[in-house]
Structures are given as structure tokens and as C-alpha cells.
């Protein structure tokens, strides 16, 4: 990597190969990368500890393509585009594959803020025509917390869905259990509603949205507890492709599956989030 500049004592400016710009963060509890390509956590490790975020040994990280791995921002929608943006446009919507901008950096007791923002613009307003700023505030500490805040700059209402698309590094399938998910969830890969029953655990393919979890997903692997605690969100979805899934996917191992799993804080009701002019909503995720 080349550095462009120091931005404080913790945090530098860097291009990766590609000349990707990246936020390169190692204070004294944890380090992580940020790219400014998409406003995306690629990576988090406390010191002394594993990773907590898994990325794609083949993830693309060139600007060309989402990035697969770390969080990625999904928004003004998650998934196949909805009927009132209009049929075809990009799954997961346009702010992963955007260029954020950074409007600050600063150190604290508790860790490293980063502050990003993007807005409207022609490209946007060709595939969501509405003006908006939507900012990701990013706290690199002992835990990993997110703010996503969509502001509408409009004169109409606007109505968005979203999810902070968390890949989390796991040490194997078989060692993993999930609580808190709560009971009823929509099974994408079947169509079907369901209800869970106890701890989740892997072994096969899942793709769901759980429309009732608890504040605090508890992600135990091994001896390894990982919590997500989320706020304002309507849902979480829980998502690993396994091994048909991974060999599908150019960016992704073969035996990638075996590492990750997506534990996701998500607005995925088919009603989405009314945002009212000159108001804001925000929704959040922490790892901890």
C-alpha cells in the first residue's frame, strides 16, 4: 500500500494496489480498514484477538464491482430492486458501489471516528431520483459500531430500505450456534415462512430474514461469542451460500463459506422507511 497522508495519530490515508483509497486505522485496542469505495468496513480485528469481519480472498477491490466481505452498505434498497424504483436496477442498490467522501477523522478515548457522507447525484438521481445525504458514522474502538443516517434534502417523502451486510469472520460451520434470532422468519430460498426453533445452527445454504430478533444476536463459535446489537432496524437476515453457492461466485473461494457468516441489521419490510422532508432516519449495528 502507498500512503498518501496521516490524518491523526491512529488513522492514514492509503491506496491499495489497485489505488483504491482506504482508511488504515491501528489504535491501541483495534485496528480496521475503511474504502472510500462504497463507505465499506473491510476489515476489524481487536489486538490480540481474531478477526471478527471476514473478506473474500478474492474480493475485488478495485472500485470495479461490490466488495465481498466486510460490511457493505446496502441502500436505498436490499436485494432485487422494489417495484417503485423500477425492475432491474443494481441488487442491493447504488451506495456500495459509490465513492464516499470523508468529511472527518478524529481520535478518542473510546476509539477512532470516522465520519462519511454521500449525496445525490446524476449518476444516483439516473436509478433513485431524489435528493438525499446519507452520512455513516464508523467507531473503531473495542467494539465495531455503525450509523447509517438517511436525511432527505427533498421536497417529497422518500422510502428506502437498507441493511449493514456484516460478514463475520467464523472458525467453521459446525462450531457455530445463533440466539436471538427470534421465531417467525421468511425462507428466501424457498418462499416459504418458517419459525425457528431454539439456536440456529449450519448445515446447508440459508438465506432468511427474521422479523422478530431480539436487540442482541449472540453468535457463539466455539468458545468465541460474538454479539451484534442492532438499533432501529426491522429485521435481521442471516445468510451463508455454502458450497454450491461459493462456487458460483467469482469472488469468492470455493471454501469460503466455511469461514463466514452474514449476520445482518436490515430494514426490509416491503413498506421500507418513510423519511418526511428535511428529516432524517438512522438505523445502527454494533460488533462486539
Known amino acids: 500500500m502507498q500512503s498518501l497522508r496521516p490524518l491523526t495519530a491512529n488513522c492514514q490515508l492509503v491506496n491499495n494496489a489497485s489505488g483504491l483509497p482506504l482508511l488504515y486505522i491501528d489504535n491501541g485496542v483495534a485496528k480496521a480498514e475503511i474504502s472510500l469505495f462504497g463507505g465499506h468496513v473491510l476489515r476489524y480485528q481487536r489486538h490480540g484477538e ?9 474480493a475485488v477491490l478495485d472500485g470495479s464491482k461490490p466488495i465481498r466481505g466486510g460490511i457493505p452498505v446496502c441502500w436505498p434498497w436490499f ?3 422494489p417495484a417503485r424504483v423500477g425492475n432491474g436496477k443494481p441488487a442491493h442498490g447504488f451506495a456500495r458501489t459509490s465513492l464516499w467522501t470523508l468529511d472527518g477523522v478524529s481520535d478518542h478515548e473510546d476509539g477512532t471516528l470516522v465520519h462519511l457522507s454521500l449525496t445525490d447525484s446524476d449518476a444516483t438521481q ?6 438525499f445525504e446519507l452520512e455513516l458514522d464508523i467507531l473503531v474502538g473495542r467494539e465495531l459500531s455503525l450509523v447509517l443516517t438517511t436525511r432527505n434534502t427533498g421536497s417529497a417523502p ?5 441493511a449493514l451486510h456484516t460478514y463475520l469472520q467464523v472458525s467453521a460451520p459446525e462450531a457455530i450456534e445463533v440466539q436471538g434470532l ?6 428466501k430460498l424457498t418462499g ?3 419459525q425457528q426453533q431454539g439456536a440456529l445452527t449450519l448445515t446447508a445454504a440459508i438465506d432468511r430474514v ?3 430478533p431480539e436487540a442482541m444476536i449472540r453468535v457463539q463459535d466455539g468458545d468465541r461469542t460474538t454479539q451484534v446489537v442492532s438499533g432501529n432496524h426491522d429485521s435481521i437476515v442471516v445468510w451463508t451460500p455454502w458450497l454450491e453457492g461459493a462456487t458460483a461466485m467469482a469472488d469468492m473461494s470455493n471454501d469460503g463459506y466455511r469461514t463466514m457468516l452474514c449476520v445482518e441489521a436490515a430494514i426490509t419490510a416491503d413498506t421500507g422507511v418513510t423519511v418526511a422532508p428535511d428529516e432524517e432516519h438512522s438505523f445502527s449495528t454494533v460488533i462486539i
Open 192 to 194: 416459504q415462512d418458517a
Open 79 to 81: 436485494g432485487p430492486s
Open 50 to 58: 481474531p478477526a471478527s469481519l471476514w473478506l473474500s480472498n478474492k
Open 210 to 212: 427474521y422479523h422478530q
Open 158 to 162: 422518500i422510502v428506502y430500505n437498507a
Open 182 to 187: 427470534g421465531e417467525p422468519y421468511a425462507d
Open 126 to 131: 439516473a436509478l433513485w431520483p431524489h435528493p
